[in-house]
């Protein structure tokens, strides 16, 4: 049988919609089963939470929320990661670590936490904001509580000779100096600070780990636990590490084959050598306020 030109033409047409319709299902398929289906942002928090900057690290609580900020923005991340070894730090600092946390998974994006060495106190308090949170048996979390502490230099000036006059427009302005004793009063304007910072701690945790705020309360009374141990009290979700993190946020944001991990960092423009050398010529002058700090 001879078939005609037009005959040609719509067999030619009919093959080449078939071989593009084909190619197009090869391809999707290798690319949901071998290669990246799938971005995962990653951010590691090291070291004391902080509003200033680290000596031996450009990183400052300002320059994490950056990080934090930019994963929530970028429309490749499917999921978060956010790797944790810290001791904790500044209370206002990892409240607002967490309240930013608390955002991104609320925003529809999967975040899950993965504990180092120590997660404890204000490193565990962003840790709670988590959709999930993973511990190594031997890492050490927990420690929710609120300390404050104030030095006393009034007689060491006295025994060198140092006579400091401090004038003040307010009663309470110059509670906490170092140059004197707290006095009655000002021990229960500071405890009643104590006490509030706490009661926001234990309502957070509670909201973020779903718990009965009872429980909470039982747990915050600033003692450490073992990953294990923080496993019991509900405080985590499961043991293990980093791996295992990066696997459930595959799971919680339905990606299918290999994810690809964007790693979130910045970087210090300075040496080693100017940072010690800008911590030693700037060294600012703390007032009173300045040098009270609540600590998680």
Known sequence: ?????????????????LAIVLRITLVGNMNTEFGVSGTIGLIHVNGTISEQRSVLSSRSTGSYLDLFRAAKKDDQIRALVIRVNSPGGSAAASQELYHLVKSISESGI??????????????????????????????MTGSIGVIMEFTNYQELYEKIGINVEVLTAGDLKDAGHPTKPLSEFEHEVFSELLHDSWDQFVSDIAAGRNLPREKVEELADG????????????????????????????????????????????????????????????????????????VY
């Open 110 to 139: 999967p975040v899950v936490v993965s504990m180092g060495d120590i997660a404890a106190s204000g490193a565990y308090y962003l840790a709670s904001a988590a959709d999930y949170v993973f511990a190594n048996g031997s890492t």
């Open 223 to 294: 003692r450490i636990f073992t990953g294990r141990q923080a496993l019991e009290h509900g405080l985590v979700d499961e043991l293990g590490g980093i791996d295992n993190a990066i696997e459930k946020a595959k799971e919680l944001a339905n990606i299918r084959g290999k994810a690809k991990i964007k790693n979130y960092q910045q970087q210090s423009n300075l040496s080693l050598l100017e940072m010690l050398l800008f911590s030693i010529i700037d060294i600012p002058r703390l007032t009173p306020e300045q040098s009270i700090r609540l």
């Open 1 to 17: 049988m001879v078939l005609n030109g037009k005959k040609l033409v719509i067999i030619f047409i009919v093959l080449s919609i």
